[in-house]
């Protein structure tokens, strides 16, 4: 597609509900990041995948979070058991094979536990 | 492990003034450096970035940053600011050769008055 494509753009869920959040990525893009943003906290990372490699999951903060990205391209960011503090807006990138050229970010999916 | 600090949290500046966002990283190699911008509810668009060669890079909407190896800083800057560049500026690194995700600053809210 056209753009970094991110759905839903806005989530209200339960406590102690999961939650899965999507990320299209720009055709052809092979790096694909999930990043986190809370108020007052800034960009947080969480994942990233890149082509056929081992995710980098060292930002993922507990074990509820999880994310997989199917043959190569869709990602799938699934919080369990939701608690409140994981309100926040979780914004998706993706590039072409890594950094170099920038990051293009969707515009994110803005979650509210309540 | 490489970090940015964005001193300002909160800038006010009148339409027309110059503007000038300051960003200090911490790394101990020439990083690869960023500005995003972000409109409220929108996602991150890249202003510019900074890899070698020149040390002064332009980028859109106007604006220009400095890579300044003896200060560790990439400051943005913009001569007349105009009311729709109201919106959070981040600054980023990614270390070359190390890990490809993004640090991001936490980030500078930009105010324009009339």
């Known amino acids: 597609g056209a753009g970094v494509s991110q759905s839903p753009s806005n989530k209200v869920t339960e406590k102690g509900k999961d939650v899965e959040l999507r990320c299209d990525p720009i055709?052809?893009?092979?790096?694909l990041y999930w990043y986190r943003q809370s108020l007052g906290q800034g960009l947080e990372f969480l994942i990233y995948f890149q082509g056929n490699s081992a995710p980098d999951k060292s930002g993922l903060p507990s074990d509820r979070f999880s994310a997989e990205r199917t043959g190569g391209s869709v990602s799938t960011l699934t919080i369990q058991r939701t608690q409140q503090e994981d309100s926040a807006v979780y914004l998706c990138?993706?590039?072409?094979?890594?950094w170099g050229q920038g990051y293009t970010f969707g515009s994110g999916t803005r979650l509210t536990v309540v | 492990a490489q970090s940015v600090t964005q001193p300002d949290i909160h800038i006010t500046v009148s339409e027309g003034a110059s503007l000038e966002l300051r960003c200090n990283y911490s790394?101990?190699?020439?990083?690869?450096l960023f500005w995003y911008v972000q409109s409220p509810g929108q996602g991150l668009q890249l202003l510019l970035k900074?890899?070698?060669?020149?040390?002064l890079v332009q980028g859109i909407k106007g604006f220009e940053a400095e890579f300044k190896r003896s200060q560790s800083s990439f400051n943005l800057r913009k001569p007349s600011v105009h009311w729709s560049d109201a919106a959070e500026y981040f600054c980023?690194?990614?270390?070359?050769?190390?890990?490809?995700?993004?640090?991001f600053g936490k980030g500078t809210k930009l105010t324009v008055n009339p």
């Open positions: 980023a690194v990614v270390a070359q050769g190390g890990s490809e995700k993004l640090v």
């Open positions: 990138a993706s590039s072409l094979a890594g």
């Open positions: 900074y890899f070698s060669g020149d040390t």
């Open positions: 055709s052809g893009h092979t790096a």
């Open positions: 790394y101990g190699a020439t990083p690869y």
